[in-house]
């Protein structure tokens, strides 16, 4: 009842009134009233309504409004952290120099407030959401606080009141438990709904988790009283299950328990009627095995029923109860909750994290007590939030949202710590992850495809394919990142059980088998899960414990991980049933256990001192382990070998990816690690061997010419045995865990990337293998990556062609770098993709050629390398085997014979082993310790196993297995025929003995199976036979049925190893005796460091003579046999043939050198023509201005049909020419310095100013009180939106061009041009073009006489001048058809000028046309087409510099086409004709009496004279006059045109003067009127104009205000004349250009000061004599008649405009034609600023932030980038600015992106950054965030782009657009 009565009574009054009795010590009825109160209102039946929130607002503020008790408590803020939280694409900053964890993150305006300069930081776009960090000292120095959080504001904020918060306590419990109630009553499990709709019951909620948010912004005051609340245990009891008499809270408190039933990690039903086992998982049988160890493994029978969980068991699914292992059975429990917090956290998992409560619960965390509670739940719910992960639809969401929280959580050190000790967050995890990896194992195939019991995951499910662990995973490697925690992992040996068992999952997943016959159907692309899995799953967690296992204090670690990893290795082997030969053609790049193995090893020797020895098993289980790791090494082999290409693509994309920087220092640096520990432990004959038949090329190493090889086609024998070679090379050279510190591997990367390519700071930054942790983003050693950077290093800054592309800073190996350091085996180690070895070769070579040391083709440079780690010296028994010898020396002897198969290569590799074998001897040398055992093979080869003894050790007879139908029995028969006996002073049996013996050396299979069976016994191992496949060798050397039979046959060899080396440098350096005794005399191996391979073996032998007494004799007694050896017979036709190859070779070359002249001659002529080559003689396109005798008729080459000929009527021939409309000039200022960009809200631009915007105010002023067809010929237009025409010069029939057009249409190839918009690429140039201009037909004879310069009169010529303007309609088309009317003669070439004035009309935009009042009339037309006209020679103005100082036909000139535009233009005006009465030259030249009033009153007057656009009145005439017009006559025109613009400059000054200034000056002219040539004085002008113009009273009355102003500067005679030839400049230039282009007359060049002179010269304004001496601009009036009578009608004219307000008359007299060069905007240096103002800033028309904010460059812009909010008819923002702004060009910058990209029409394209970074590259889309600077050359080449019109030729990648940006 009471509640009614409160409910109906204001909420203010309400609310004071009970706090007023709650605040009372007796306060029951208080409370009894607001219980009542909120009853009523927050009754969780009625939903969600928005009076609650009312309420509840106004009860907070307990009688004051809610706003103000917000920023009361607010003042009672306590938080020294800044907690802000953002969500998904938020940009943040992360510096790694103030960072403590890797995860550190600053919102941007923590980051701007403190000071980070000279730090490494980064901007980055958030991708799962975070928070700030700044303040948390655990996670950042303290030094990078900002100013607001460095302060400990904590203590000096005062208490907060008691009864501030009161109302809040007593209040928010009942708001949080209704928001409970409602999210228990919306929910439905997935599987009973099928309309299940959590967005909608969340949308409802929306304001009250919004409200909670407002709460926690409020502050540290707030926050506590809310912590109070949700980790209170007694309300959550009380509020939980609601009053007993109320059913709405008991259902709904029912429906809460339903929904957590399902909660454990296995769900009730699953237990299976064992309820006892409490804590039971379950596990297939696979597993099993590997679990049995920890746990006690009980199987309960009672639960054999099938698994009710869906998941596919493999076989019959054993439950295991795993009650040891895990200490805290609760996680496999159902959950219990005991605060408000523990269920809304439940809650926030089930609607799969809502950003808003994701939000709310981080928002509470810089409250201390909160945090540490909300993470021991979030623990407790770990198990549950992944298992509903698992199910999740919206997986990748719901992963970035748990990261979000769990990464705030697990950073912290002392946190994570904390839930390890009270938690088991360590168990918990381990067993999480175990669990969700059985989901998706399968049987794995691998070695005993039947038995095997090994199981893995099968990378094809949506579990790895999708990454869904990875929120997991990432949790894992971020907890192992502290110390604290990481050491109790490492302590805990049933939990590294347990992880061991976890990593077995993923050893030998992926299985590829190899494809025989036919080309695999489908490619599965399941290998990116495998390798992600590995790398992630894996190697990251691995390299995050290896960082803890440094020092020797935690040796006792290491031990116990590789004790596990080998207990975890032999189970393996065991289970996938492994005796001792890998399955054939299989193969699987993932070895987990194999890299935990190797890497800790590594760790173990290296940072540990730990003994080698005591951490390895017994020979067997290194025979094992070798196994697959060479496997992997061998198949990358038969990859590139093309061996596995019918298993498609993938397989090498595998390969690659098992190499790449990203994976490459866990997967093959820890492989080749193992082989090299395995190789320095094991028998090395039996290694070598092992390598040679994994490499599948045993059969090829035979002394016979012809083998047979049973696994190998012959194409691939050759790359195979390159491969097993290079692999020997690798795994005896390479020291990155054997030997070489930390600074000497980060070196050694980056060379090997930097001589493959030039690279950019941050391509090198990503390619060079990060160690350990790959967040942290820091590389391990003393030595930081910039410091080793500049010592190996050039950088070459960015370099800009315009037209070409856009360089970015580079880094360059320096001189010494080549010279010292170049390793091409470990660029080898190193390539992703094959070519890049070539390409590390090809500079090496080019820098040799450069710095002179070696001209020819080098061979990969031998380098020195690091000694081995003592642990490690056995590794060089390899080099020192018997095996290894008999290999090199068949492959030294094979070589030289010239056998098939072999290679450059081949001998670089073996020579590279020999070199090997010479620098690293074995200590034990003097003991030769073998005693010779009668079935040891090689003792007849070789003596001993040290190579340089081996060395010259002379093989005489080896026996060896060939096919009938070689070369050697045919020998063989010979010899018997002729009765001769082999040449041997040794008798037959003695050789057969040793033949006998010799025999088996080829069989290196039966070799290494001998071994091995001795190692076993020897290690009392009773190895199963039964298991192992029959020994291959037997059968591998008689294939059943293959045609030739094999025989034994013995070779007669006598040669050593030196004397084969002394052979083959006679061979490659092509001379007999190339090597004298004189060179070994004085030998220096360091000579030779650089060179081919003469040079490598000279190296070889001089180390070997300098190293053994014994050798030096050897080679004396070899190079001392003068007479040449004489080769096998075999040898001597392939001799001669290596000599025909050698002239063949010469002769080929002789051709191609002639060739290439030839070809070079062509290229030179073709350039002279199509480009800017400044070639003496002129080209045919500048027609008019060429050299040649003028009555010569004009060729033109039609660049598709050849033809070269005149252009005539009938088939006309046409310039190539790109139209485009430009808005270039109408962007012009007044003012040099350009506008900048706005970077804050005050800054802003103003368009008024520009010249496009003044000519429109001028033309509209004028079309409001004159005639409107006098208004439309007293301006230009075209300012914005004119049409500038270009041309790359080259010609073409019209005819041909139409059929060019054609074939265009048909072909189907997709251009970067759109043909039915009549774009094109010219046929010769490739240009981009859109029209064909027509020439026209050449001059006929009397040209001559048009230059001829006359004696006329003025008058005369004048006279002359108007007669020729009545002419207009005749037409001359040509010298026969000249009288006849051009109506009626239709030509082909009026056709075309027809068809171009159409294009030309497309090109812009109607409103860029129509200004005349009606649209489409004649008058209209006429001002455009004189008006392209005047673009075309402004913007020609602009191209020059805005002046004609530089003269000459600059480039541009060539390429004019102007005068082609003229005739064009002119041949279409002439079709109006100008009403005689209005003809403005009658007005110019005699006095007309003036008009009568009463003609005035029908319609506007003219325009006046004084208002006129000179160089518009300029073209006007010259256009509508006949052509070819006599200069005598255009010089006529502009000299009468030259004193109306010298009237008008003089009329302007008057206005710009004081009144007192304008009395002195009328009254100094007045005196010189009378004298003689006054006409000629500006005196004399200027005080006539003054007199004139006081009459009208008001023109000079208006600005006599702000004249004070204008004339601050007192007016000298030369600043006057200064002034007035400023005025007058931009006409004289465009005249003088103009009569350029008709007439050809040449532009001399000049200093700026002398421009006006030159020019008035040009145009004969000023007699020869008169250019000494200061020049008087008035010099140059000539006057048809009196000038002041001239100038009064022109004044009367003005001062007869009755109703012409002043003002406007005044601002129409004053034209100020100085325009400076056009410039896009001013950017400030940083990016950052541009970013920050606009990466929020709300779009002007739609007020949203723009997902893709874009700017334009010129004129300021802000803009959406493809926003669907500003679309208009379809056409989005950019585009439809860019018509608006540019004429249909548009200059964007992409905020978000930095780059710039430029639309053209209907076609866009990315044009690049002008915003680069410290190191000179750009940062496309921001992805790496670092600080960007504006490069100035880059801006001055797009700006240039703009003004030239350029875009279309320089940037090549258009693409249309569809109006979509």
């Known amino acids: 009842m009471m509640a009614a009565s409160l409910l109906r009574r204001d909420k203010k009054s309400t609310a004071a009134h009970l706090k007023a009795d709650l605040k009372r010590t007796d306060n029951s009825s208080g409370l009894r009233q607001l219980q009542e109160l909120l009853d009523s209102v927050l009754n969780p039946e009625r939903g969600s309504d928005p009076e609650a929130l009312e309420w509840c607002k106004w009860l907070l503020a307990g009688g004051e409004g809610f706003d103000e008790f917000c920023l009361t408590v607010r003042s009672y803020d306590n938080a020294t952290l800044c907690g802000l939280v953002w969500t998904a694409n938020f940009v943040a900053y992360r510096c790694r120099t103030c960072g403590i964890s890797p995860c550190m993150s600053l919102c941007a305006e923590c980051f701007n407030n403190g000071d980070h300069t000279g730090h490494d930081f980064n901007m980055f776009r958030s991708q799962a959401g975070g928070a700030c960090d700044c303040g948390d000292g655990n996670v950042m120095r303290e030094s990078g606080f900002c100013s607001r959080h460095r302060l400990k504001t904590g203590e000096n904020v005062p208490l907060v009141p008691q009864d501030l918060l009161l109302m809040s306590e007593m209040v928010l419990p009942r708001f949080i438990i209704t928001i409970i109630q409602y999210l228990r009553d919306g929910y439905t499990e997935p599987e009973s709904a099928a309309d299940r709709d959590l967005q909608k019951v969340l949308q409802q909620l929306e304001p009250q988790i919004s409200f909670l948010e407002e709460l926690t912004k409020m502050g540290g005051a707030m926050r506590t009283v809310l912590t109070k609340i949700l980790t209170n245990q007694q309300t959550f009891k009380e509020l939980s299950m609601g009053q007993e008499e109320n059913v709405y809270a008991k259902k709904n408190y029912e429906k809460y328990l339903s929904a957590l039933k399902s909660s454990g990690l296995v769900s009730v039903e699953e237990r299976g009627t064992g309820g006892a086992a409490a804590g039971a998982t379950e596990s297939p049988g696979g597993a099993l095995s590997l679990l049995g160890a920890t746990a006690a493994a009980v199987l309960e029978d009672s639960s054999k029923e099938e698994d009710q969980d869906g998941l596919q068991g493999v076989g019959q699914r054993k439950r295991v109860k795993l009650s040891s292992s895990t200490k805290d059975p609760s996680i496999m429990d159902t959950l219990k909750h005991k605060c408000f917090l523990e269920e809304l956290l439940f809650w926030t998992i089930k609607y799969e994290f809502p950003q808003k409560m994701v939000t709310f619960l981080l928002n509470m965390l810089p409250d201390q007590d909160y945090k540490i509670t909300f993470t021991k739940t979030f623990v407790q719910h770990y198990a549950f939030i992944m298992k509903t992960l698992m199910k999740s639809h919206e997986s990748d969401t719901m992963s970035n949202r748990i990261v979000h929280i769990s990464v705030q959580l697990f950073s912290n050190e002392e946190l994570a710590r904390h839930v390890t000790e009270e938690c088991q967050l360590l168990d918990i995890m381990v067993t999480v992850l175990l669990y969700m990896m059985e989901s998706c194992l399968i049987k794995s195939e691998l070695q005993d495809e039947e038995n095997n019991r090994h199981v893995v995951v099968n990378c094809g499910e949506a579990l790895l394919k999708n990454n869904t662990y990875w929120p997991l995973v990432s949790d894992f490697i971020n907890i192992l990142s502290h110390q604290s925690v990481a050491k109790r992992f490492l302590e805990d040996h049933s939990l590294l059980l347990l992880w061991m068992s976890f990593v077995s999952f993923f050893q030998g997943m992926n299985l590829n088998k190899r494809e025989l016959n036919e080309h695999v159907e489908f490619e599965s692309q399941t290998y990116y899960a495998a390798f992600a899995a590995e790398l992630e799953a894996c190697a990251q967690p691995m390299w995050g414990l290896l960082t803890h296992c440094k020092v020797k204090e935690t040796h006792e670690y290491t031990k116990t991980v590789v004790r596990y990893c080998l207990e975890t290795l032999q189970m393996w082997f065991d289970a996938i049933g492994f005796v001792d030969e890998p399955a054939l053609n299989q193969l699987t790049f993932h070895l987990p256990l194999h890299r935990y193995y190797a890497m800790f090893l590594s760790k173990a020797v290296k940072c540990q001192g730990l003994d080698l020895d005591s951490l390895l098993p017994d020979q067997e289980m290194l025979m094992k382990i070798m196994v697959h790791p060479l496997q992997i090494q061998a198949s990358l082999s038969e990859i590139h070998s093309n061996m596995w290409v019918r298993n498609g693509l993938q397989i090498k994309g595998q390969a690659m990816t098992y190499v790449q920087s990203h994976f490459c220092n866990s997967m093959i640096d820890p492989d080749i690690y193992l082989l090299q520990v395995c190789a320095s432990r094991l028998d090395p004959d039996y290694f070598i061997s092992s390598v040679f038949e994994r490499f599948k090329v045993v059969d090829l190493l035979t002394m016979a010419s012809q083998h047979q090889n049973a696994v190998l086609d012959s194409e691939q024998e050759r790359p195979m045995l390159e491969g097993a070679l290079t692999f020997l090379v690798l795994l005896c050279s390479l020291r990155i865990h054997i030997g070489m510190s930390d600074d000497e591997i980060l070196r050694a990367e980056m060379v090997s990337q930097l001589c493959m390519n030039d690279r950019t700071h941050s391509s090198l930054l990503d390619l060079i293998p990060e160690n350990p942790n790959p967040k942290s983003g820091v590389v391990p050693g003393s030595c930081s990556f910039e410091e080793m950077l500049s010592a190996v290093a050039d950088f070459k800054a960015p370099v800009f062609e315009p037209g070409g592309s856009m360089q970015q800073g580079m880094y360059t190996p320096k001189a010494e770098v080549w010279e010292k350091e170049f390793d091409p085996i470990m660029v080898i180690l190193r390539t992703v993709y094959r070519r890049d070895v070539q390409s590390a070769m090809d500079r090496y070579a080019a820098f040799l050629k450069q710095s002179g040391m070696h001209t020819g083709n080098p061979w990969p440079p031998y380098k020195e390398r690091t000694p081995l780690h003592p642990c490690y010296r056995g590794l060089v028994r390899l080099l020192h085997c018997k095996t290894l010898h008999i290999v090199i020396f068949t492959l030294l002897y094979k070589i030289w014979m010239d056998h098939q198969n072999m290679s450059e290569h081949v001998l670089c590799m073996v020579l590279y082993l020999i070199e090997l074998g010479l620098d690293n001897q074995v200590q034990e040398d003097k003991v030769e310790e073998e005693p010779c055992i009668e079935e040891h093979c090689h003792d007849s080869w070789f003596p001993g196993t040290s190579l340089l003894s081996n060395l010259h050790h002379v093989i005489n007879f080896v026996r060896v297995r060939v096919p009938e139908t070689a070369p050697e029995v045919e020998r063989k028969r010979e010899r018997e025929r002729e009765r001769e006996t082999p040449p041997s002073t040794s008798s037959e049996s003695s050789t057969y003995g040793q033949n006998l013996r010799e025999a088996q050396v080829f069989s290196l299979v039966a070799e290494r199976r001998r071994k091995f069976q001795e190692i076993i016994n020897r290690s009392n191992h009773e190895a199963s036979q039964a298991a192992r496949p029959k020994s291959s060798s037997s059968s591998r050397w008689l294939p059943p049925g293959s045609p030739p039979q094999l025989v034994t046959e013995i070779l007669e060899i006598r040669e050593s190893m030196l004397s084969l080396l002394v052979k083959l440098h006679q061979k490659l350096s092509a001379k007999q005796n190339s090597l004298s005794l004189s060179w070994l005399a004085e030998v220096d191996p360091a000579k030779h460091s650089h060179g081919d ?285 000249k009288q006849k009317d051009p109506i009626l003669v239709e030509s082909n070439l009026s056709k075309e000028m027809e068809s171009v004035i159409k294009d030309i009309k497309n090109t812009t935009q109607k409103k860029y046309m129509d200004y005349g009042k009606n649209p489409g009339s004649p008058d209209n037309d006429f001002l455009f087409m004189y008006s392209v006209a005047r673009t075309n020679l402004e913007l020609e103005l602009v191209h020059r510099g805005g002046n004609l100082c530089s003269g000459g036909a600059s480039a541009a000139a060539k390429r004019s086409c102007l005068n082609q535009l003229f005739h064009v233009l002119a041949m279409h005006m002439r079709l109006y004709s100008i009403d005689s009465a209005y003809n403005p030259w009658t007005r110019l030249t005699q006095s007309t009496p003036s008009r009568e009033p009463e003609f005035c009153d029908e319609e506007h007057p003219e325009v006046p004279m004084l208002f006129r656009d000179v160089p518009s009145l300029l073209i006007i005439f010259i256009l509508t006059m006949p052509h070819p017009l006599r200069k005598e006559h255009f010089t006529c025109v502009v000299k009468v045109l030259y004193s109306l613009q010298y009237t008008q400059a003089v009329v302007a000054l008057s206005i710009r003067f004081s009144r007192e200034e304008r009395r002195a000056w009328s009254n100094a002219g007045a005196a010189k009127k009378n004298t003689p040539n006054s006409d000629k004085s500006w005196e004399a002008l200027l005080a006539h104009v003054i007199s004139e113009l006081t009459k009208a009273k008001d023109v000079y009355d208006t600005n006599s205000e702000d004249s004070s102003v204008l004339s601050s500067s007192v007016w000298s005679p030369q600043s006057i004349e200064f002034s007035l030839q400023k005025i007058c400049l931009p006409f004289l230039r465009l005249s003088c250009l103009l009569q350029h282009h008709l007439y050809g007359d040449s532009l001399p060049g000049c200093p700026v000061d002398e421009e006006f002179s030159l020019l008035a010269g040009c145009l004969g304004l000023l007699g020869s004599g008169q250019s000494a001496g200061p020049l008087s601009s008035a010099a140059g009036l000539k006057w048809n008649i009196n000038a002041f009578d001239m100038i009064s009608q022109w004044c009367s004219e003005v001062m007869g405009l009755s109703d012409t307000p002043a003002q406007q008359s005044v601002s129409l007299l004053v034209q100020d034609p100085q325009w400076v060069a056009p410039h896009l905007l001013q950017l400030p240096d940083n990016y950052n600023t541009i970013f920050q103002y606009y990466h929020r800033k709300s779009c002007s028309s739609c007020n949203k932030t723009p997902k893709d904010p874009a700017l334009c460059l010129v004129c300021g812009a802000f803009v959406c980038l493809k926003g669907h909010c500003c679309k208009q008819q379809g056409v989005c923002e950019c585009v439809l600015h860019s018509q608006h702004c540019g004429a249909a060009t548009g200059i964007f910058l992409l905020i978000n992106a930095s780059v710039i990209i430029i639309i053209r029409g209907h076609r866009f394209c990315l044009w690049g950054s002008v915003y680069l970074d410290a190191h000179g590259e750009e940062d496309r889309d921001l992805r790496r965030g670092k600080p960007l600077y504006l490069c100035e050359e880059r801006y001055r080449v797009l700006e240039q782009q703009w003004v030239s019109h350029t875009f279309d030729h320089i940037n090549k990648r258009w693409g249309p657009h569809y109006n979509g940006l």
């Open 1093 to 1377: 391979g003469i040079t490598a073996i000279e190296r070889i032998l001089a180390k070997a003579a300098t190293r053994s007494r014994h050798s030096k004799r050897c080679l004396q007694d070899i190079c001392g046999k003068v007479c040449p050896p004489i080769p096998p017979k075999k040898n001597s036709p392939g001799d001669k043939k290596s000599m025909d190859k050698e002239e063949r070779r010469q002769r080929a070359r002789e051709r191609q050198q002639k060739l290439l002249a030839e070809f070079a001659s062509r290229q030179k002529s073709f350039m002279e023509t199509a480009m800017d080559v400044e070639s003496p003689e002129s080209d045919a396109v500048m027609d008019v201005g060429s050299s040649e005798p003028l009555d010569s008729e004009v060729l033109y080459d039609c660049v598709i049909c050849g033809q070269s000929g005149p252009s005539t009527e009938d088939r006309p021939t046409g310039l190539v020419v790109l139209l485009q409309a430009s808005s270039v000039l109408g962007h012009r200022c007044r003012s040099d310095t350009p506008k900048r960009l706005p970077t804050t809200d005050e800054e802003q631009i103003y368009p008024e100013d520009t010249c496009g915007a003044t000519h429109d105010v001028r033309l509209s002023i004028m079309q409001r009180y004159f005639k409107d067809s006098s208004c439309l010929q007293s301006v230009s237009i075209g300012w914005d939106g004119g049409v500038y025409v270009q041309t790359c010069g080259h010609t073409l029939h019209i005819d041909c061009h139409k059929s060019y057009m054609e074939s265009l249409r048909n072909d189907q190839v997709l251009q970067g041009f759109s043909v039915d918009k009549g774009e094109f690429t010219c046929p010769l140039c490739r240009q981009f073009a859109n029209s064909v201009l027509p020439c026209r037909p050449g001059r006929g004879t009397e040209a001559g006489a048009w230059h001829a310069p006359s004696n006329k009169s003025m008058a005369t010529l004048v006279k002359e001048v108007e007669d020729l303007q009545e002419q207009l309609g005749i037409f001359p088309v040509s010298g026969s058809v």
